[in-house]
């Protein structure tokens, strides 16, 4: 099993930066990917980006190109999401989830094994 928390949402303005934190524990040798999703209220719930464990390859959805950055910190099992120029739209709930069998599918949330609770990102216009 491996578990999940999300930290560092919160209320922002317009244009204004958050960073998004996943710590991981349990068996995280097991990790092959990490990604970020989100849902808004009333949507369904959509990729938002993701990394590979070891090689650190990165996949970005198409509305957070050149916003949005993701890392990772292999030491502290630690996956970040950086995001920058926030707009209206990105308000949502985020997501942390973890793949263990990595198929390259890495924009479907069916691929992930592993969830974590959510953090709530607003951002004001």
């Known amino acids: 099993q491996v578990q999940l928390v999300e930290s560092g949402g919160g209320l922002v303005q317009a244009g204004g930066s958050l960073r998004l934190a996943c710590a991981a524990s349990?068996?995280?040798?097991?990790?092959?990917?990490m990604a970020w999703f989100r849902q808004a209220t009333g949507k369904e719930r959509e990729f938002v980006g993701a990394?590979?464990?070891?090689?650190?390859?990165?996949y970005y959805a198409d509305s957070v190109k050149g916003r949005f950055t993701i890392s990772r910190d292999n030491a502290k099992n630690t996956v970040y999401l950086q995001m920058n120029s926030l707009k209206s739209e990105d308000t949502a709930l985020y997501y942390c989830?973890?793949?263990?069998?990595?198929?390259?599918?890495?924009?479907?949330?069916?691929?992930?094994?592993?969830w974590g609770q959510g953090t709530q990102v607003t951002v004001s216009s």
């Open positions: 990394i590979t464990w070891r090689g650190g390859s990165t």
């Open positions: 349990g068996r995280t040798f097991s990790i092959v990917a």
């Open positions: 989830a973890a793949d263990v069998f990595w198929d390259g599918r890495y924009y479907s949330a069916s691929g992930y094994d592993y």
